[in-house]
């Protein structure tokens, strides 16, 4: 049980800090919530999603899962995403991936793990309409690298196509959604080239991101 210890004395650690440097941050806290972005991405415990932007509790509403994926049938993405769209309305939905994503590489593999198989069917389905791209590359680190990278523009066009973005949008408000990737060997984000703001830009931006190699903003 020590290492639980460790977390509470940690956390109490930080709180201290926190208030410390600003005074009153937890009561300010607590009355509201004003995100002004939704992040939606992995679970993987490397990829700590405030951190890796500089944002402080209650700017960054967040939403994981293994392999950052985003389908019509997953009603606790569709939750949050309609919380995050509809009641705290929020202007940017962010898909970020992540290099070395063990999803996507166990999804590529196609070696049986159990449950997770199931949700992994979902990317195998992107590598599927990617096969001859896919082929074409050497086995091993390019070809799952490739995969991170066109794994998070499907997703993004997912968030797009739901009802609640497309609600959103006809109704005039104001709402991008992004494609971004994290390398773990460098901390630093890169843009995939997908910042669709409206229905006309989505298609636009899939061709656009499928062809252009993601960089450094």
Request: with cysteine.
């Amino acid at each position: 049980m020590r290492e639980l210890a460790d977390l509470f004395a940690g956390n109490r650690a930080w709180a201290e800090s926190v208030e410390r440097a600003q005074p009153g941050f937890f009561e300010e806290l607590a009355r509201q919530q004003s995100p002004r972005f939704l992040w939606i991405g992995c679970s993987d415990s490397r990829v700590p999603a405030n951190e890796i932007v500089g944002l402080r509790p209650g700017e960054l509403f967040v939403h994981r899962n293994v392999a950052n994926v985003v389908v019509h049938t997953d009603l606790n993405c569709l939750s949050v995403l309609q919380y995050a769209i509809d009641a705290l309305k929020v202007e940017h939905v962010i898909v970020c991936g992540h290099y070395g994503c063990g999803g996507v590489q166990a999804a590529a593999a196609g070696a049986p793990l159990g449950l997770v198989d199931n949700w992994l069917r979902h990317v195998q389905d992107v590598a599927d309409r990617h096969r001859d791209e896919l082929a074409g590359l050497e086995a091993g680190a390019a070809r799952n690298d490739r995969l991170c990278e066109l794994n998070v523009v499907e997703q993004a066009v997912n968030v797009c196509r739901t009802s609640i973005v497309q609600d959103a949008w006809r109704r005039g408000q104001r709402l991008t959604v992004h494609a971004w990737l994290y390398r773990l060997q460098d901390g630093r984000l890169r843009f995939a080239h997908f910042a669709a703001g409206g229905p006309a830009d989505v298609a636009r931006d899939y061709r656009i991101a499928i062809a252009t190699p993601p960089t450094l903003p």
